[in-house]
């Protein structure tokens, strides 16, 4: 068995979200002994994909009867794996599916989602497909406590001194409010330094409103596109809190690096599918942006039961060990499948 795990984004995002998980999914097939490519070219038994857009790419490539797979949902603070359009109107959010993503979601063999509840928003969509629940793999060893070197790149990358606690923050630009509730937290603890990593789209970049706001962010308050994989997870490892403070799904591989890198969650109520956290066991959930900044600050003065622990043990259950056996089994049930119930050898 030879599994292609393609994601081709349209510019260079090596640190973002769904590089990340093609990066995690190629750590968990190893381990499991599943041989993989990244190329088009090679010969290949099954298709594991991250994105919509790179179908037809693969459907170009290749006439042959091959079974293909998608991680959905994993990654909805990256554009390029994003699936889902979102709006808020006065507060009342919904979420829908382009045609071509539909389209793509139903002819495929199997959509990987990360919970229940995407498995019903999907639904409710449109999405008429087989769906498993298998959350993103943690490869723990990218968080290694121990290595200095590893925690000195954020500093020195982005010029900082060690000798303040540090928030960092995930999500959409386009988020006026998720924007607006960072900076409250930032004002509400002027010695501790913000940091918010995101995608600004063009919309976002036009919106005059958002740009207002970050321009007058407090000093210690920062916002960042993306950044090299390496730095990002550098931040990780030195965070206190890891805030996600808008309203847009979040990706949920950027949760649980979170809660890998042992920081504290706070985390707003609408951003995270249901099933994923838990409020007061392994993360501290909130609706209102003014909570979500109170909840930083008691965090980053021990005022607040800490979750770091549990989100920890949760987060171990999801080694990319587990996983990749999770995988080999969902991969070997569609070949058998597609081969009249014949199983295919590794």
Known sequence: MKVLILFQPNKKQDGFEGSRLRKTIKGALKLAGVSYTSSLDDDYDIVHLISYDDYAKVVAANEKNVPIIASVLMCESDAGASFLDFKDDDGKITYTISNKALKFLNKINRVIIPSKSAEDLLKANGVDNKFSVVLPGVNF??????????????????????????????????????????????????????????????????????????????????????????????????????????????????????????????????????????????AHIASFSETLAALTKDCLEGKSKSTIFEAYEEVKKYSVENIGEQLKSIYQQELTNINGGQTQDD
């Open 141 to 282: 060893s990218r968080f290694d406590f121990s290595r200095d070197d590893e925690k000195e790149l954020f500093y020195r990358y982005f010029k900082e001194e060690k000798n303040h606690k540090l928030v960092v923050g995930n999500g959409d630009y386009g988020s006026i409010e998720g924007i607006n509730a960072f900076i409250l937290a930032a004002n509400k603890c002027p010695d501790a330094i913000f940091y918010f990593f995101g995608q600004a789209s063009s919309d976002t970049v036009a919106n005059k409103q958002i740009k207002s706001l970050i321009k007058k962010a407090p000093k210690n308050c920062h916002f960042k596109e993306i950044c090299p994989d390496d730095i990002y997870r550098s931040a990780l490892i030195n965070a206190d809190v890891f805030m996600l403070p808008c309203y847009r799904y979040a990706g949920v591989i950027s949760i649980l690096e979170a809660m890998a890198a042992k920081c504290e969650l706070v985390v707003r109520k609408q951003a995270v599918f249901d099933g994923i956290l838990q409020d007061g066991v392994n």
